[in-house]
């Protein structure tokens, strides 16, 4: 069931604003200092101490969560078709790191997909159904934080000035996609 749901994206329309971005695998770790620093190597990405900030390298990236929560994203090529083997690799991978070190990882790829939204409105859409200050001085480039989008929980990401990444539980596809384009068709009709 989990690879079936990876592999099946959530219907999702792409618009000039926003794009369902390709599967990916993922992973929530919780650990220390310790854990992290033994993770990095592994994963590829180092982990960002400083809060509500996401480190990239390449197709892979961690954004802190919370207090020793981390998302581990992996959007790679190889990520779009990967195996529920290729998936546990990885996580076998991190788990031999951390063996002796106290750590909670739990693959969640099968739980969530992300949305890209983009262009001049973007922050100005979400912040129609989102209560944070998406002003580019205040939630900056590369910060991101768990959130609602009205009563989605989401966990949006400032990629670029006029770009966001989201990601968005499956069972909540609809009603996020919908929310959004009835915002927008204040800017792009409908």
Same mark, same amino acid.
């Given at each position: 069931m989990p690879d079936a749901a990876i592999r099946?994206? %959530?219907?999702? %329309? !792409?618009? #000039?604003?926003?794009?369902?971005?390709? %599967?990916?695998?993922?992973f929530i770790l919780h650990g220390d200092t310790q854990a992290r620093r033994l993770a990095s190597p592994v994963w590829g990405v180092a982990f960002? #101490?400083?809060s509500c900030r996401a480190m990239t390298q390449d197709a892979r990236a961690t954004l802190w969560l919370?207090?020793? /929560?981390? &998302?581990?994203?992996? !959007?790679? /090529?190889?990520?779009?078709?990967?195996? /529920? /083997?290729?998936?546990?690799?990885a996580a076998d991978a991190l788990e031999r790191v951390l063996v002796d070190v106290p750590h909670a990882l739990v693959n969640v790829?099968?739980?969530?997909? !992300? &949305?890209? &939204?983009?262009?001049?409105?973007?922050?100005?859409i979400l912040s129609g159904a989102c209560p944070l200050d998406l002003n580019v001085d205040e939630f %900056?480039?590369?910060?991101?934080t768990r959130t609602v989008l009205a009563k989605?929980?989401?966990?949006?990401?400032?990629?670029?000035?006029e770009s966001f990444h989201v990601e968005v539980w499956r069972s909540f596809a609809g009603y996020v996609t919908g &929310?959004?384009?009835e915002i927008a068709s204040e800017f792009y009709g409908r």
């Open positions: 099946c994206q %959530p219907p999702v %329309p !792409a618009t #000039e604003w926003m794009k369902p971005m390709p %599967p990916a695998m993922r960002a #101490e400083q919370g207090p020793d /929560e981390y &998302l581990l994203l992996d !959007a790679g /090529e190889g990520s779009q078709t990967a195996t /529920e /083997e290729s998936r546990v690799a790829s099968h739980r969530q997909f !992300a &949305l890209q &939204l983009g262009g001049p409105n973007a922050a100005t %900056p480039v590369g910060m991101c989605a929980d989401i966990v949006l990401w400032r990629t670029r000035d &929310l959004l384009s």
